[in-house]
């Protein structure tokens, strides 16, 4: 338990008379990734090559490419589309052809392992921030999926990196609210499609370093029998962060903002709102026996080990996605989740990440 890895944490007493509550299963997960594989040493040469001559401080921070933690991500275009210069519309464009195929392939893998059929789905719950699509992409993928014509569609953007674990968290809420319905939860994000070599900010430097694309997808339903059960999700937002992660938009594209302060925010600030979201759930830090975290990159997860005092390298599963697929934003969370459950950890467990706000969400879970 989280305590016997750090006996000197202080302890958050459970509010009284208020335990999590257990209610909603998690009866299947699936995630994807796109078909394009760009391996960190491609990434870095072609970094240097576009990105180099144009920016000064490239060099100094080259380094950041073999420090990221990060061997491969995988992107919803080819390499050489980097070589070119992209405004709004083609960007959307192959993010439409990219998340809408990612959508498909994640939800159907979710189903399967749930052992249901599209048409049995009541609500979908679709988070993304990467593009825009209108109509959503539930709908976009409605008639090849399967769904039926009265699914209910909630489609949620701008959450960002913290989206897999709050889109979770607003599944099971309507799962809860309608016992013996079926929601889908899909986070679909293709990151790579905000590269550009106009801006020449150290962000986009750090989000050429560390981001790729992925899709995760979960099937919950209220009640029934599930090795993995929900409680009530809850969020923390620190004021006056806003500056903190985002995008800028602009004529051109979604500008990251990505600001150097976030692994000493984390280091400074993750324990007081990870504690404060134990307590709204009636937990402590001392009754979890994981902590399972999106890893925003190497650097935050060291960040979060030392802000809960767990011994360095606890959290691996964090680090061998990174290392597999790269920060995808709002999915990579649901991958860390199917890494700890294919690991065959029980006890209670609690999946968080951050985001833009600056934001952290945190949902309480059972693993049996």
Same mark, same amino acid.
């Given at each position: 338990?989280?305590? +016997?890895?750090?006996?000197?944490?202080?302890?958050?007493?459970?509010?009284?008379?208020?335990?999590?509550? =257990?209610? *909603?299963?998690?009866?299947?997960?699936?995630? #994807?990734?796109?078909?394009?594989?760009?391996?960190?040493?491609?990434?870095? +040469?072609?970094?240097?090559? %576009?990105?180099?001559?144009?920016?000064?401080?490239?060099?100094?921070?080259?380094? #950041?490419?073999?420090?990221?933690?990060?061997?491969?991500?995988? /992107?919803?275009?080819?390499?050489?589309?980097?070589? &070119?210069?992209?405004?709004?519309? $083609?960007?959307?464009?192959?993010?439409?052809?990219?998340?809408?195929?990612? =959508?498909?392939?994640?939800?159907?893998?979710?189903?399967?392992?749930?052992? @249901?059929?599209?048409?049995?789905?009541?609500?979908?719950?679709?988070? /993304?921030?990467?593009?825009?699509?209108?109509?959503?992409?539930?709908?976009?993928?409605?008639?090849?999926?399967?769904?039926?014509?009265?699914?209910?569609?909630?489609?949620?953007?701008?959450? &960002?990196?913290?989206?897999?674990?709050?889109?979770?968290?607003?599944?099971? +809420?309507?799962?809860?609210?309608?016992?013996?319905?079926?929601?889908?939860?899909?986070?679909?994000?293709?990151?790579?499609?905000?590269?550009?070599?106009?801006?020449?900010?150290?962000?986009? @430097?750090?989000?050429?370093?560390?981001? &790729?694309?992925?899709?995760?997808?979960? !099937? %919950?339903?209220?009640?029934?029998?599930?090795? !993995? +059960?929900?409680?009530?999700?809850?969020?923390?937002?620190?004021?006056?962060?806003?500056?903190?992660?985002?995008?800028?938009?602009? $004529?051109?594209?979604? &500008?990251? @903002?990505? $600001?150097? /302060?976030?692994?000493? =925010?984390? #280091?400074?600030?993750?324990?007081?709102?990870?504690?404060?979201?134990?307590?709204?759930?009636?937990?402590?830090?001392?009754?979890?026996?994981?902590?399972?975290?999106?890893?925003?990159?190497?650097?935050? *997860?060291?960040?979060?080990?030392?802000?809960?005092?767990?011994?360095?390298?606890?959290?691996?599963?964090?680090?061998?996605?990174?290392?597999?697929?790269?920060?995808?934003?709002?999915?990579?969370?649901?991958?860390?989740?199917?890494?700890?459950?294919?690991?065959?950890?029980?006890?209670?467990?609690?999946?968080?990440?951050?985001?833009?706000?600056?934001?952290? /969400?945190?949902?309480?879970?059972? *693993?049996?």
């Amino acid at each position: 338990m989280l305590d +016997r890895l750090s006996p000197a944490a202080p302890r958050t007493a459970p509010r009284q008379g208020a335990g999590p509550v =257990f209610d *909603v299963t998690l009866a299947g997960i699936g995630t #994807a990734v796109p078909p394009h594989a760009l391996p960190q040493d491609l990434v870095q +040469r072609t970094a240097a090559r %576009l990105l180099g001559p144009r920016y000064p401080q490239f060099e100094r921070l080259r380094t #950041a490419f073999d420090n990221a933690g990060v061997d491969i991500r995988y /992107s919803v275009v080819p390499p050489d589309w980097f070589e &070119g210069d992209h405004g709004w519309s $083609d960007r959307n464009a192959a993010y439409l052809a990219g998340a809408t195929a990612l =959508f498909r392939d994640a939800a159907t893998r979710a189903l399967t392992d749930a052992g @249901i059929a599209a048409e049995e789905v009541d609500t979908i719950v679709s988070i /993304s921030s990467t593009g825009i699509a209108t109509p959503s992409l539930e709908a976009q993928v409605h008639a090849e999926m399967g769904f039926r014509r009265d699914v209910r569609r909630v489609p949620v953007f701008g959450l &960002g990196c913290a989206g897999g674990v709050t889109g979770l968290a607003i599944a099971r +809420r309507l799962a809860a609210a309608d016992p013996g319905s079926r929601v889908l939860m899909v986070a679909v994000e293709a990151c790579s499609l905000s590269f550009r070599t106009d801006r020449l900010q150290k962000a986009d @430097i750090i989000a050429t370093v560390l981001f &790729g694309d992925g899709a995760a997808a979960a !099937v %919950l339903q209220a009640g029934g029998e599930g090795r !993995v +059960r929900l409680a009530e999700g809850h969020e923390h937002l620190w004021p006056d962060t806003l500056p903190i992660m985002g995008w800028d938009v602009d $004529d051109t594209a979604l &500008g990251v @903002i990505f $600001d150097r /302060s976030i692994p000493e =925010f984390a #280091a400074a600030e993750f324990r007081n709102g990870a504690e404060a979201m134990l307590s709204a759930a009636g937990l402590a830090s001392a009754d979890l026996d994981r902590l399972v975290c999106h890893p925003g990159g190497a650097k935050v *997860v060291e960040a979060i080990e030392a802000a809960m005092e767990l011994p360095p390298g606890t959290l691996g599963a964090e680090r061998r996605v990174l290392r597999k697929a790269g920060n995808m934003s709002a999915p990579t969370a649901l991958f860390v989740l199917e890494e700890v459950l294919e690991e065959g950890l029980t006890g209670t467990m609690a999946l968080t990440a951050l985001g833009p706000g600056f934001t952290a /969400s945190l949902i309480p879970m059972q *693993v049996g």
